[in-house]
């Protein structure tokens, strides 16, 4: 099946400064998903990508899907400790293979 | 959107045991499924539960081990059988409709001892 690797795989940075994570497939996906999940928490959806290149924007979150529809990131601009948590992206074919995650720890 | 719950919220279990565990979605969903996720790790798919029919399980998860129900379309239980302190983990149940978000219940966290 499908595998997705996500990096970094841990991310320690000052409230405030910028964090970005990256979703690599050796395939062509058909769609990401990105997921967050707090400490103690499950999995929440954020938002879905599919076209070749699309960018979307959720407030201080933006996602971006590789022209080559093979990698995608998630940037955070000026975290903030609410932003703590995991960040999964998820590629959806027969079933949705979630990456490995980026562990985000905010320092205030 | 939908929402999930999902009983027990934990549990404490003896080698040998069984434990249900219990998912309710409320709304009607296409799909449902259970992952596993260990503590700090990513979510392994154990199976997609199939509504009037056998659940379709992934590779390294058998029936006999995780036996899934599904009587209708706002419904599903994992058992997971013959526990073995191997089996401690969190188990997320979540819903779907097929080509969009899935939706996670709070999860299961399973101890055996």
């Known amino acids: 099946g499908q595998q997705v690797m996500q990096i970094p795989q841990y991310q320690h940075v000052q409230e405030g400064e910028d964090f970005t994570t990256y979703c690599n497939s050796s395939?062509?996906?058909?769609?990401i998903q990105w997921y967050k999940q707090r400490p103690g928490g499950h999995p929440v959806f954020l938002i879905q990508l599919v076209k070749s290149g699309e960018v979307k924007k959720q407030k201080r979150l933006t996602f971006q899907f590789g022209e080559a529809k093979k990698n995608s990131s998630l940037h955070i601009t000026a975290t903030q400790t609410t932003d703590v948590g995991t960040y999964f992206c998820a590629a959806l074919g027969n079933m949705l293979t979630f990456g490995g995650g980026t562990r985000l720890m905010v320092k205030p | 959107s939908a929402v999930i719950s999902q009983k027990p919220s934990r549990d404490i279990c003896q080698r040998g045991t069984s434990l249900t565990i219990q998912c309710q979605v409320d709304s009607q969903v296409t799909m449902m499924f259970w992952y596993r996720q260990q503590p700090g790790q990513s979510l392994t798919l154990i199976a997609t539960?199939?509504?009037?029919?056998?659940?379709?399980?992934e590779s390294g998860f058998v029936i006999d081990k995780f036996p899934i129900s599904r009587p209708n379309l706002t419904f599903s239980t994992l058992t997971v059988s013959n526990m073995s302190p191997e089996d401690s983990s969190i188990y997320l149940c979540s819903a779907g409709t097929g080509t969009y978000e899935q939706y996670f219940g709070p999860g299961t966290r399973l101890t055996v001892t």
């Open positions: 539960a199939n509504q009037g029919s056998e659940a379709t399980y």
């Open positions: 395939t062509t996906l058909s769609n």
